[in-house]
C-alpha cells in the first residue's frame, strides 16, 4: 500500500489517530477487496469521514476506522461482483509482493493478514460480501464479533454464522496445499529451474498430475481466459512461456507473493510483466496464479523494484 494518504492536521482533530492505524486498514481493505487500486480509494473516504466525525466522543479509533472501512467495502463488494462477471478471462486479485525473506513476528502477521494468500484470496471471490467479512475481519485479523456486527449492521449472533458458513466454502473450495515454507521455497525454485531450461520432464516432476495454471491478462495482454487443467498441457503452455520469460532483456526473479515464495517476470530491467503464486502439496505444485494484467501490477511498478 502506498503511503500517500497524509493530510493536513485540522484544529482539534487528531489526524495521526488515522496514520497510527493506516497499514492495518490497509491491509484489511485490501484482503476485503481483492484490489490496492480500490482499497486506496476506501481509505481515502475513511479519512475524509474520520476528519469529519466527533473525535472526542470516539472511544476506540481503531475500533472506530474498522467498521467505516468495513462499511466502505461491503458497499464495494456488491458493485464489483457485477464488474468481474464481465470480466475478460478469469479474474484474480492484485499481488501483493515483498523481497524481504525473514519470517515476520505474529503482530506483523496479524496486521499485514499475510496469512491470506493469493490462492485464498481468489477462494474468497466465491464468497457473498458479508461472508468474505466476517471471514477475512474473525480469521484473519482477530476482530470480535460485536465489532464485525457494527460494520455489517447485524447481530453478533448473525456474523458468527456468516464467518462459520464463509469458513466451510472455503475448506471446500480451497486448496491442497504445505504449511511447510522450506518445502514451497524449494519447489518453487525448481519450477523454474525447469522453466528457464525448457525441462519438459523437469516441470512435470514438480507438476501436480492435476496441477491447475490460472492467469489474469484481463483483455489487455496474451492470456488463457479458462484455467488450464493437469501436468501435461501445463508444462507445455509453462515451456511456451520460457522463450518470453527467459531473454536477454527479461527475466524471472524470486519473491514472497502474498506472504509465500513465488515468482516475478521482468519484462525489462525493473520493470514487473507478472507474477506467479503457487500452492504446493507433497512436494509438487497444485495450483499456479498468474498475474499478467498490467493494470494489477500499476502498484508494484510505480515503486523501485529489488
Given at each position: 500500500?502506498?503511503?500517500d494518504l497524509s493530510a493536513p492536521s485540522t484544529a482539534g482533530q487528531d489526524p495521526d489517530a488515522f496514520e497510527a492505524n493506516r497499514r492495518y486498514l490497509g491491509s484489511v481493505a485490501y484482503r476485503l477487496l481483492g484490489s490496492f487500486s480500490d482499497a486506496e480509494d476506501v481509505l481515502q473516504e475513511a479519512w475524509l469521514r474520520w476528519r469529519t466525525a466527533d473525535q472526542a466522543a470516539v472511544a476506540d479509533p481503531r475500533a472506530f476506522l474498522t467498521t467505516v472501512v468495513t462499511r466502505l467495502c461491503y458497499d464495494q463488494l456488491g458493485s464489483a461482483r457485477a464488474r468481474r462477471e464481465a470480466y475478460f478471462g478469469e479474474w484474480l486479485p492484485e499481488p501483493a509482493v515483498s523481497y524481504e525473506d525473514s519470517p515476520a513476528s505474529p503482530a506483523e502477521l496479524a496486521e499485514r493478514g499475510e496469512s491470506v494468500s493469493l490462492a485464498l484470496l481468489a477462494v474468497l471471490e466465491q464468497l457473498t460480501p458479508a461472508e468474505r467479512a466476517a471471514f477475512v475481519l474473525h480469521d484473519v485479523f482477530a476482530v470480535g464479533f460485536d465489532e464485525i456486527a457494527a460494520g455489517l449492521?447485524?447481530?453478533?449472533?448473525?456474523?458468527?454464522?456468516l464467518a462459520s458458513r464463509a469458513r466451510r466454502r472455503v475448506k471446500d473450495g480451497g486448496r491442497r496445499a504445505t504449511a511447510d515454507p522450506a518445502e514451497h521455497r524449494q519447489v518453487v525454485r525448481a519450477f523454474a529451474a525447469a522453466t528457464a531450461g525448457g525441462d519438459i520432464q523437469g516441470l512435470l516432476a514438480v507438476l501436480d498430475p492435476d496441477v491447475v495454471w490460472h492467469s489474469d491478462g484481463g483483455g489487455i495482454?496474451?492470456?488463457g481466459a479458462r484455467p488450464v487443467l493437469?501436468?501435461?498441457?501445463v508444462s507445455r503452455l509453462v515451456a511456451g512461456l520460457a522463450s518470453k520469460w527467459v531473454t536477454a532483456e527479461a527475466g524471472v526473479g524470486f519473491t514472497l507473493v502474498n506472504g509465500e515464495p513465488g515468482l516475478v517476470w521482468y519484462e525489462s530491467p525493473g520493470?514487473?510483466?507478472?507474477?506467479?503464486?503457487f500452492t504446493v502439496a507433497d512436494g509438487r505444485i497444485t495450483e499456479a496464479y498468474?498475474?499478467?494484467?498490467?493494470?494489477?501490477?500499476?502498484h508494484l511498478n510505480e515503486a523501485p523494484t529489488a
Open positions: 500500500m502506498r503511503d449492521d447485524r447481530t453478533p449472533a448473525a456474523t458468527r454464522q495482454v496474451t492470456a493437469g501436468a501435461q498441457k520493470r514487473i510483466g507478472g507474477v506467479v503464486a498468474a498475474v499478467v494484467n498490467p493494470e494489477k501490477l500499476a
